[in-house]
């Protein structure tokens, strides 16, 4: 573990782009692919060219400068940028530096992009114990290895409107994060069948999980372009995400962290018009593969309104919608987000939902209210929350967040507690270059009906928190 940790403070030391100077760059097909993979660090933390030329749009204008802050695009889930939006991913130091070989050439010909990054952070915290439900940073004052990802994709292009496109995309997660990410049935042994008494989680304590695997196939003649995606997706909804840099803070709101993460099946992105989209599609449940026992017929449906002026967006969803009892984390979710921008360096995201899941053992009549599980009936058990961020760029390269959230797990069923809570989050991003961002954060949590925290030892919490993020 210790040994884990110090593999990966080395290798984000050697990849940083302080590098002893050298005079030929990224482009220099005559050096190694070290030396390529060194000057591509360098090069990204010159200024950028304020020149150069924006990308074609199909739309209205990106809301928000990105960095400083995770996207510059009003939330969407179920397309890697809102249909008509280009691709923005920069070039990244892996891909540059293979520029030279042939599997390289042809990538990008392609347009097959590799990249990825190396997450770590480190917590203090008045809990010894365990700092859950505050995620994911759950183990107390320690260094954490939370994600090395490795991702593969090709986006298909939905500015034009001539053919038909395509994409594809995978993404490999190893780290301390497999905890919340993992799907019953695809490598869930790992978490589920390790039993571990003396942890805050079960489950190894670093585990592989193939985050994302999907298609898509583009239609640009269907009303203004419609994605087909096949494969398993994030949870459309939700402000946060589960890769770390598409996070305003390092930690997760408790709404987010006991919410589905996941879905497996066949979803459909429609642009109606540059302000309305649509989407549909049905999956196996919330966290559960297709192919597993526990898997059901399970509906999603949203849409997404953005305000001419691009000042304001409105996402309503039925996150996931089916008439069967509770079995693997099928719950029953309804989920809406509002954005306001109130200028081009200031911005508000609010999300609000319901959850609840049907003849869940242990919650029927005769239930202890102060304890979770602890009918001998099955019955409902219902959540409810919202969760604020005011988001500030101070400048091209820092912003700072502000969380606000009320939680109510009614009956104890996601966060083993039966109590509300609410929870304050001040953060900053710094980005140092394009390629390492660093993130500070100190929290204040509060638990009102039940100790909840410090495995209900306390009813409070407070932690300060700073994670890097290295991409490659």
Not at 154 to 170: N, P
Request: glycine share 8%.
């Amino acid at each position: 573990m210790r040994t884990t940790r110090y593999a990966f403070l080395a290798a984000m030391f050697a990849l940083a782009p302080v590098t002893k100077a050298m005079a030929s760059g990224s482009d220099d097909c005559s050096q190694g692919f070290g030396s390529r993979l060194a000057a591509a660090y360098r090069e990204d933390a010159q200024p950028a060219d304020p020149n150069a030329e924006a990308p074609a749009r199909r739309g209205m204008a990106a809301p928000f400068s990105s960095p400083p802050f995770p996207s510059a695009e009003w939330q969407l889930g179920g397309v890697p940028y809102p249909i008509g939006a280009p691709n923005e991913n920069s070039q990244y130091p892996l891909e540059k530096a293979l520029a030279c070989n042939s599997v390289g050439k042809w990538m990008k010909d392609n347009r097959i992009e590799v990249y990825g990054w190396l997450n770590a952070s480190a917590n203090l915290s008045t809990s010894s114990h365990t700092n859950y439900p505050v995620s994911y940073a759950v183990r107390p004052n320690r260094i954490e290895f939370n994600q090395a990802l490795f991702r593969i994709e090709r986006l298909a292009d939905t500015v034009q409107t001539d053919h038909v496109d395509w994409g594809f995309h995978l993404d490999n997660l190893y780290g301390y994060d497999y905890h919340f990410t993992t799907a019953k049935g695809v490598f869930s042994n790992q978490l589920l069948n390790n039993p571990k008494p003396n942890e805050p989680l079960n489950g190894k304590i670093y585990g592989y999980d193939p985050m994302l695997f999907y298609g898509d196939i583009y239609l640009p003649h269907i009303a203004e372009g419609m994605d087909i995606r096949i494969g398993r997706w994030l949870s459309l909804p939700d402000i946060e995400a589960q890769f770390s840099p598409n996070n305003y803070l390092v930690t997760h709101s408790i709404l987010y962290t006991v919410d589905p993460y996941t879905q497996m099946g066949v979803m459909t992105t429609t642009r109606l018009n540059q302000q309305w989209t649509l989407q549909v599609g049905i999956n196996g449940g919330n966290d559960t593969a297709v192919w597993n026992h526990s898997a059901r017929p399970t509906l999603q449906a949203c849409v997404r309104y953005v305000s001419s002026d691009n000042n304001d967006m409105l996402y309503p969803c039925v996150n996931s919608f089916n008439n069967s009892d509770y079995n693997y984390n099928n719950v029953q979710m309804y989920v809406t987000t509002w954005g306001h921008r109130f200028s081009d360096n200031v911005h508000m995201l609010t999300e609000a939902y319901y959850m609840y899941g049907r003849n869940i053992p242990g919650y029927g009549e005769d239930f202890d209210p102060k304890v979770a599980g602890s009918s001998p009936f099955p019955g409902k058990a219902g959540e409810y929350g919202i969760v604020n961020y005011f988001n500030v760029e101070l400048d091209p390269k820092n912003m700072i967040s502000f969380r606000n959230e009320f939680y109510n797990d009614q009956k104890g069923q996601r966060t083993g507690y039966p109590t509300k809570y609410t929870s304050h989050t001040l953060g900053m991003t710094h980005w140092v270059t394009p390629d390492l961002e660093i993130r500070p954060e100190i929290r204040y949590d509060r638990s009102y009906d039940v100790d909840a925290y410090n495995g209900g030892r306390k009813d409070y919490q407070a932690t300060a928190v700073v994670d890097a993020i290295l991409h490659y």
